[in-house]
């Protein structure tokens, strides 16, 4: 009998923190439990209907050899300092390529992506291409409409024309932990339609491959099943980097002959904050940037 009370008493203090921390408006710790909203194919779906209508981007390179920057999870709540110092630092490299990835999870709670998109718009201004993908964050309190409305889709693919190579770049949706069954079609038929047309493959995407901890929940992780068969099909069609964030910890790991990168976040007051400048040609090389 106290056994059961016990566990009648510790399952009703979980329910009442739960109660309120689902309340919050800054954390969405049901979306860590439970998927909701659109699934994974939804998404997808409404992803290629804009891709129909727009149809896909390709950008110029003045070198044969450029520098990319990359960030992820700035996770805007309030501040924007990091998010500030990254643009300036990009806006002012003469070397930097006319785009740059953003890898997803763009601010925190549910008060829109208005703070990102007012902060990032001297890149546009200055006539330069931001892509980006969504994170779990992006999609948190029904977000994805919002999403949507603002950066119009989440996967997609553009290429890059250099003076005598051109790179293909594939975004890939993860935020929901899963790229689904269409999203998992499309990629490898993009990849068997591309493969040996351009000099490197890169697939940008939010959520990393190789999970080492339940820190996320499951819901923001890839299953291993979906992870082998992932790495398989990178492998198997020449994709040189797979880039992702998600995890606010720096890794880098070759794997099947891909290298799997994993960038810092570029959160403010984080430790380890950082971005990271890509050389991009025949090879391809990687340089973090910490911001102390």
């Known amino acids: 009998m106290n056994s059961e009370r016990r566990d009648m008493k510790r399952f009703l203090i979980i329910a009442v923190l739960f109660s309120g921390l689902t309340a919050c408006d800054k954390y969405y710790f049901r979306g860590m439990i439970a998927p909701e909203g659109e699934t994974a194919n939804q998404r997808f779906e409404q992803s290629m209907e804009y891709n129909a209508i727009h149809g896909n981007e390709s950008v ?3 070198s044969d050899n450029y520098l990319l920057y990359v960030f992820s999870d700035t996770h805007i709540d309030g ?4 998010l500030d110092r ?4 990009y806006l002012s490299d003469i070397q930097a390529s006319p785009f740059l990835l953003c890898l997803g999870d763009l601010e925190n709670g549910k008060d829109g992506f208005g703070t990102f998109t007012s902060h990032t718009a001297p890149i546009a201004d200055a006539g330069r291409r931001l892509f980006l993908t969504a994170g779990n964050h992006d999609l948190y309190f029904g977000r994805w409409k919002d999403f949507r409305s603002n950066f119009n889709a989440s996967t997609y693919w553009f290429e890059v024309v250099a003076p005598s190579a051109k790179d293909l770049y594939i975004s890939l949706e993860s935020g929901g932990g899963t790229l689904g069954t269409s999203q998992r079609a499309w990629l490898e038929n993009i990849l068997e339609e591309k493969s040996g047309a351009y000099r490197n493959i890169i697939v940008f995407t939010h959520t ?8 996320q929940g499951h819901t923001s992780n890839f ?17 040189d ?3 992702s964030g998600h995890d606010h910890y720096r890794e880098d790991t070759l794997f099947k002959g891909v290298e799997f990168l994993v960038l810092d976040c570029l959160e403010d007051n984080a430790d380890n904050a950082s971005y990271a400048i890509l050389s991009i040609g025949d090879n391809i090389k990687v340089n973090f940037i910490d911001i102390k």
């Not at 501040?79 to 990091?82: A, E, F, K, L, R």
């Not at 990254?86 to 630092?89: I, P, R």
């Open 60 to 62: 110029k390179a003045g």
């Open 79 to 82: 501040s924007t300092n990091n």
């Open 86 to 89: 990254f643009v300036n630092a």
């Open 208 to 215: 990393h491959f190789f999970m080492k901890d339940f820190s």
């Open 223 to 239: 299953a291993l099943e979906e992870t082998y068969d992932l790495a398989d099909l990178f492998s198997r069609y020449g994709v």
């Open 241 to 243: 980097l797979v880039i």
